[in-house]
């Protein structure tokens, strides 16, 4: 409870006399997360009003053309009128709605749609300006058609912002009235040709956002009901209140009241607001895009809605036998709000105890809760430190149902199961969370839900804690191992993408745009066609070997004998995965997963790619370095090294030492690297004790290396381009570096851009160099594609992937 001096005593008065209702004085204005939503959806719509406009150019011509010439046949005096009445108008019913508001002494709200008519006149004035005079040629024509008009109308901008901020839409005649001045003044403005098509469109966009931004920043009339609303609604329930005090609000939002009764009793009244509904909807609806179907949830759900689910999960659970405060009524508390009445238990959320109050007792107590629930198919969905509660007998308590599940299916059990392993791991540690578990659920459970210890599938404190400490999802999987170490799980994703995913597709479009006019001077039908054949065919065998070389690489590195034939199909499996990977993610996933199917255990099979990967790594850097002395004692003067090189290179040297320097920065790249190579060295003194490892995994680094150059090499002989081995070397190794190092699937965009100017600096005519890549990225790139499909999928049948 509050303080003294924050609570209000707000006064019920039934017929029976008067209750004291002890809570916060509720705020006059409140900002509602529904205007946020709005304001934010709108801006959303006008950048899409102005993408489509301008990649839509001739449509939008069309249409324009054919509003004017429909409105130019209409009659003068039809013309006219619509020209009076609607320009009148649209000045009267706002004025009119503000004098009927003013009577009823809602000034305020009047007050509000006039700072929103000034801003939108401001703010229309202005964009449309910048808009005509800044923005593309393109887009000046559409907004203006080449005539002396406004590009947004700064009459109708803030006749729609005035009506947006009053909230006109909720009045069904005075909306219709607005909607009709308002498309007889657009009538008008057409038939004068005083408007394009694109400049009413905006113009109505920018009134809307302008209208929603000054509604949730000054904010809106609280429409909350009182305390003393919601003592009514439960005298309607039957129940005889005498007291009543607001208690701290639940984990949604939603607000708390303590009653007490009549006979002595007690209730908690949880009051859900018609305008909490979308609170953290733009998170909810991240979540719900995000997800795979059976997951997710309804990012936004009425206020009835919302009322119904609650309900329906606290009925279902008391049948089922969980603990749970026993719900007595339900109603609804005027328009805004409705109220779900609950049994009072004296409890205290799990949250606020001490680590070490978690004795075995409390966790298998948890765990019987849970198994009740699951028993009758009820997932709750939401089980951390906040909703399970315990009692002065130490009893469990499962409260915050709302968020609950009837009738679920297995994932979403497995997700519960999850979830409050991850939990209780944060307080009393992997080995008693999994333990408590299966001493309760038992050790099948455990492992069915072991591939579901996913961060993004715990709730959102969970999943900071763990990824504060990013042993503890590890440490909890290794303690169902060994509970069962035979298991055989199967993966589940979770996720409909990761959000690399996207920032993959966003550079590869970027790349896309960058490359595309550069293509465009090249005809991709001669490159196939040009290129001198015996060449190709000696750049095709190159590429070929290099899966060869990949294969005797990952022999190296591993102590464990491995069939040289699925070593092979495991790299050209990789290529095929490369299409929807980083360059420098896909080989290291697949290559991890072929030795875990072998038979390796997942910590030597990380080891061993990690091993691979570091002494990768330091040959590439050698060999790097070896070729440029080489290429430098040449005498080849194009490949010196220009002041924006230099630039870069000093940049990036300054952020190496920034990164040294910040201690965060210095720890997050420290975890991460150890986190890279954790168990390499001991993997490596492995390898080095059989001097035919270390050959395999030498040679096999080298050749992988020199059968790239190779193949880049022939590329450029195939159009009859001269250039030192040593320099294309040079050009690979920097182009292949900056290459893993985008994030873009098989570093697209990156390697062409990067090998295309190297080749250039290095002598070869731009057309040459280009063809040369292109040709290049055919052999090594997407020729594989299939072949790696299907060998992917043969591995996968053969569940050796």
């Given amino acids: 409870m509050r303080g003294i001096k924050e609570q209000d005593i707000t006064l019920d008065t039934p017929g029976q006399g008067a209750v004291l209702v002890v809570e916060p004085l509720l705020p006059q204005r409140i900002r509602r997360p529904s205007d946020a939503l709005r304001f934010l959806l709108t801006l959303l719509a006008l950048a899409a009003v102005i993408l489509m406009a301008l990649a839509l150019q001739r449509t939008l011509n069309g249409l324009e053309t054919d509003v004017q010439a429909g409105t130019t046949r209409a009659p003068d005096v039809l013309s006219a009128a619509a020209g009076l009445l609607g320009g009148v108008s649209v000045l009267i019913v706002p004025v009119a709605f503000a004098v009927e508001r003013v009577f009823h002494r809602d000034g305020m709200r009047v007050t509000q749609g006039l700072i929103a008519a000034i801003l939108a006149l401001l703010v229309s004035y202005v964009l449309g300006e910048s808009l005509v005079h800044s923005g593309p ?5 559409l907004l203006t058609g080449g005539r002396d008009v406004e590009p947004l109308n700064t009459v109708l901008t803030p006749a729609i912002a005035y009506a947006t901020a009053v909230r006109m839409g909720r009045r069904p005649n005075w909306r219709a009235l607005m909607w009709v001045a308002l498309a007889l003044d657009v009538f008008a403005l057409f038939t004068a040709t005083k408007v394009t098509a694109l400049g009413v469109i905006m113009t109505y966009v920018v009134g809307l956002a302008v209208g929603f931004g000054t509604l949730y920043g000054i904010g809106s009339a609280n429409t909350r009901p009182p305390g003393s609303a919601v003592l009514a609604a439960l005298r309607k329930l039957g129940f005889m209140p005498v007291s009543a ?27 859900l607001d018609r305008d909490r509904q979308v609170a953290g909807v733009v998170y909810r609806l991240w979540r719900r895009f995000l997800l795979n179907n059976e997951t997710r949830r309804r990012a936004i759900r009425s206020l009835r809605a919302e009322l119904e689910r609650e309900a329906l999960m606290a009925y279902a659970a008391q049948a089922a036998g969980v603990r749970l405060p026993r719900l007595l009524g339900t109603s609804e508390v005027g328009t805004e709000a409705a109220l779900l009445a609950y049994e009072h238990v004296d ?35 939401h089980l951390t430190g906040e909703s399970i509660h315990v009692d002065a007998e130490r009893n469990v308590y499962l409260v915050d149902a709302r968020s609950g599940e009837i009738a679920a299916g297995d994932l979403l059990l497995r997700l519960d199961i999850a979830q409050l392993l991850a939990y209780l791991g944060t307080r009393v540690g992997a080995e008693r969370s999994v333990r408590s578990a299966a001493k309760v659920l038992g050790e099948n459970t455990l492992a069915g839900a072991m591939p579901l210890l996913q961060r ?4 959102r404190d969970t999943r900071t804690a763990a990824r504060r400490d990013r042993r503890l999802l590890p440490a909890i999987r290794e303690q169902i191992i060994a509970l069962k ?7 589940v994703r979770l996720e409909r993408f990761r959000p690399q995913t996207l920032v993959t597709i966003i550079l590869s479009v970027i790349a896309a745009y960058l490359l595309l006019p550069q293509l465009s001077k090249v005809n991709l039908v001669s490159v196939v066609t040009t290129a001198n054949w015996a060449w190709s065919g000696a750049a095709l065998a190159a590429a070929a070997l290099s899966y060869v070389a990949a294969a005797i690489l990952l022999r190296g590195f591993v102590p464990e004998p491995l069939p040289l034939g699925r070593t092979i199909l495991a790299q050209l499996a990789g290529s095929f995965v490369k299409l929807v990977a980083p360059a420098a993610v896909g080989g290291v996933a697949i290559n991890t997963r072929y030795l875990q199917k072998r038979g390796l255990p997942p910590g030597a099979a990380v080891a061993s790619v990690g091993a691979s990967q570091l002494v990768g790594l330091a040959m590439h850097i050698m060999m790097l370095l070896l070729f440029g002395y080489l290429t430098g004692t040449q005498a080849a003067p194009s490949l010196t090294p220009s002041r924006g090189l230099l630039m870069v290179l000093l ?3 300054v952020l190496f030492l920034i990164i040294l320097a910040v201690r965060p920065l210095r720890r997050l790249v420290t975890s991460r690297v150890r986190a890279m190579f954790s168990g390499v060295i001991p993997r490596l003194l492995d390898v080095v004790q059989s001097p035919k490892k270390v050959f395999e995994a030498v040679g096999g680094t080298m050749l992988l290396t020199l059968s790239f150059v190779i193949c880049l090499e022939a590329c450029v002989q195939a159009f009859g381009g001269s250039a030192s081995f040593t320099a294309v070397a040079v050009v690979f190794l920097a182009g292949n570096a900056i290459g893993s190092a985008a994030p873009t699937p098989g ?8 090998l295309s100017l190297g080749l250039t600096v290095a002598g070869l005519p731009y057309t040459v160099a280009t063809s040369a890549v292109l040709l290049f990225r055919l052999m090594t790139f997407w020729l594989p594609v299939l072949p790696g499909w299907a060998s992917f999928a043969y591995l996968q049948r053969h569940n050796a992937l």
């Fill in 137 to 141: 040629a393109d887009l000046k024509q």
């Fill in 245 to 271: 005090r607001r208690v701290e609000d639940d984990s949604s939002g939603s607000r708390r009241y303590l009653v007490g009764l009549v006979d002595d009793r007690r209730i908690d009244v949880t009051v």
């Fill in 347 to 381: 409890t205290r959320p799990v949250s606020d105890l001490r680590d070490e109050d978690f004795d075995d007792e409390l966790l298998e107590r948890m765990w019987e809760q849970v198994r009740l629930l699951h028993a009758h198919r009820l997932a709750h969905r």
């Fill in 456 to 459: 993004v599938a715990l709730s």
């Fill in 485 to 491: 170490p035979q298991v055989e799980v199967e993966e």
């Fill in 651 to 653: 940049g990036v040297a």
């Fill in 747 to 754: 570093g697209l965009g990156a390697v062409e851009a990067s």
